[in-house]
């Protein structure tokens, strides 16, 4: 039965493309676009970072929103609501305009006013709603930066009868960014009398966590894969918010990211070298060849090519690289190639080893979307050791492009990568289960071993490629969820 159209407020502070740092941009944007194109009217609203690159965009202060004032604590804040559309797709974008707070280098800062940037986003899509008169059916709020809106609906805004059936969404991309704030910004959050409602304990501990927050107050808790939801009950994964995530469980779904399949399919994408279908992957083997020769690496076609595009983070499983792949690089013939940024221990690390393999190993510090295509087109193997992974989207990215996924089974990865079983040809990819050197050397070995089987390689190509993970399945159990929600009373 279709649904009706709901109205939508969803706040981020990211969105692909505006304004990146990783997988959260290009949910936000993906399940935003998904949500205007199936009848919903969403407004979204993501500050306005001196990152975002404006050129070719038309923005325009809305009227009435022009010049805003909020005092936080001892602070009056002035800011405005700017309005775009994002090109291509007609969906309007709102920015929130305060150069004092966002014309900064860097999306996310360490900052001593880094939680006012965030309280104000929150608050001002609230704000934003009560002056264009539109009473969201849900408030989609994503990661900590948004995570105070649930109770702000509950407490500071709930004498407005706009927000009388909204209800909150909070979505967790990563439950290991929390926006822990000392206790002493407990003035500066907006909230006006309704302090009581933070936990007391935290407070007494000197603390204010802006992700156990919006997990206390949202009516619904989403997160990106079911896998995940699950993991994060637990202590191994919950980082402290097990206990809290227990008692809300009835509350909590866990729906897997979706891929933009405009931007990340091989036969039509634009920024790699050639275009290749299941069909005739001949375009695949240039954009290997022109991978190695632009990335240094010597242009080898028949030298398995492992790839890595990645925040150069802890939670990705860089420490068991460094234990395995030297080593490995000295045993067997293969090449890898990792484009990210991140610990300078990593990046020391990925240096070293392309000055240790020249030839055989290449290392790109600092992002770049155009060459995030060209790995995940050339490479024969993408390389995911996380420790943990909410959702991913570089694996199924990988699937589309015939790039076979070597992957820990752990949350998202666990949910869109299926084990190569040889005997049958069956699979997509290779899991390993323990996080430690011996699972991902087994995982690695097992890949080269496979890659050197032509038929099962070519049979489990395929298989990749015929995945689904388009935002046509994920956003409509998001509309379900939604829609379920904006019914309860
Ligand atoms: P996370 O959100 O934890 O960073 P995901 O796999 O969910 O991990 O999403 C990462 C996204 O960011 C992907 O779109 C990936 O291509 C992109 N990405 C990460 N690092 C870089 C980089 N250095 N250059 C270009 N794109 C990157």
């Given at each position: 039965m279709p649904t009706k159209p709901l109205k939508i407020c969803l706040a981020s502070p990211e969105f692909a493309p505006l304004a990146k740092t990783g997988g959260l941009a290009d949910v936000s944007a993906a399940l935003s676009l998904y949500l205007h194109r199936a009848g919903h009217d969403v407004r979204v609203l993501i500050p306005r970072y001196r990152r975002i690159n404006e050129q070719g965009l038309d923005i325009q202060p809305v009227k009435g929103m022009a010049s805003i004032r909020m005092r936080l604590g001892d602070r009056e804040i002035h800011f405005g609501i700017d309005r775009t559309t994002l090109p291509d797709s007609g969906l309007p974008v709102y920015l929130l305009r305060c150069p004092e707070f966002f014309d900064r280098d860097n999306i996310y800062t360490q900052d001593p006013d880094e939680h006012l940037r965030f309280v104000l986003l929150s608050h001002a899509a609230l704000q934003m709603c009560q002056r264009m008169a539109f009473a969201p059916d849900i408030v989609s709020c994503h990661d900590w930066q948004t995570s105070l809106i649930p109770l702000f609906l509950k407490?500071?805004?709930?004498?407005?009868?706009?927000?009388?059936k909204t209800r909150s969404t909070l979505t967790i991309h990563n439950i290991g960014y929390q926006g822990m704030f000392p206790a002493w910004t407990l003035g500066e959050l907006g909230l006006a009398g309704a302090e009581?409602?933070?936990h007391q304990d935290d407070l007494k501990d000197g603390v204010i966590n802006f992700l156990k927050t919006g997990i206390m107050y949202a009516d619904l808790v989403t997160t990106v894969s079911p896998t995940y939801a699950r993991e994060i009950l637990g202590e191994d994964y919950g980082m402290g918010l097990n206990g809290l995530l227990r008692e809300r469980a009835n509350s909590l779904f866990g729906i897997l990211n979706g891929v933009d399949y405009d931007e990340w399919n091989p036969a039509t994408d634009?920024?790699?070298p050639a275009n290749f279908t299941p069909a005739d992957l001949s375009g695949k083997a240039r954009c290997k060849e022109r991978l190695m020769v632009e990335t240094g690496?010597?242009?080898?076609?028949d030298r398995p090519l492992i790839g890595i595009v990645s925040r150069l983070v802890g939670q990705k499983g860089f420490d068991l690289v460094e234990n395995v792949v030297p080593a490995l690089l000295a045993e067997r013939d293969f090449a890898i190639t990792v484009l990210g940024s991140g610990e300078r221990l990593f990046e020391d690390f990925f240096n070293w080893l392309t000055h240790r393999y020249p030839g055989r190993a290449s290392f790109y510090q600092g992002f770049s979307n155009e060459l995030a295509h060209w790995i995940e087109a050339g490479a024969d193997m993408f390389l995911m050791p996380s420790?943990?992974?909410?959702?991913?989207l570089n694996q199924m990215y990988s699937l589309k492009y015939g790039t076979v996924p070597v992957v820990r089974e752990t949350g998202g990865l666990a949910d869109s990568v299926d084990q190569i079983i040889p005997a049958s040809a069956t699979g997509t990819g290779i899991l390993f289960r323990d996080y430690n050197a011996e699972g991902l050397n087994w995982a690695l070995n097992r890949g080269l071993d496979f890659y050197a089987n032509e038929p099962l390689w070519q049979a489990v190509v395929q298989n990749g490629m015929q995945q689904d993970f388009s935002w046509d399945r994920q956003g409509a159990l998001y509309v379900q969820l939604f829609s379920e929600l904006s019914q309860t009373s």
């Open positions: 407490s500071v805004y709930a004498w407005d009868e706009l927000f009388r009581h409602h933070l634009k920024l790699i690496l010597e242009p080898r076609p420790l943990y992974e909410p959702s991913g």
